[in-house]
């Protein structure tokens, strides 16, 4: 899987939860993965993606149910900016 192709999976991954297609809690373990599969990331970066897996995981707890999709997919959008850095 190329670079290209992860940011592509993170833009869906976007447009699924804007969608409300995926409850907030189960986005957390998908971001992760595809912040582990972005190849050749410098260590501020990578520092700055784990910070966004966590700010997932806070919106998951400390958000009500419907207002978790529009937080999350800011945070994913935010996200998206630091992997179009490595395409």
Do not use: C, W
């Amino acid at each position: 899987m190329t670079n290209r192709d992860v940011l592509v999976s993170l833009r869906k991954l976007r447009a699924t939860v804007e969608a409300g297609g995926v409850q907030a809690n189960e986005i957390t373990e998908a971001f992760e993965r595809l912040t582990y599969l972005l190849e050749g990331v410098d260590r501020p970066d990578e520092q700055l993606l784990h910070d966004m897996v966590n700010d997932v995981e806070t919106v998951v707890f400390t958000r009500l149910p419907e207002n978790q999709p529009a937080a999350v997919a800011g945070v994913l959008a935010r996200a998206e900016a630091v992997f179009e850095r490595y395409v």
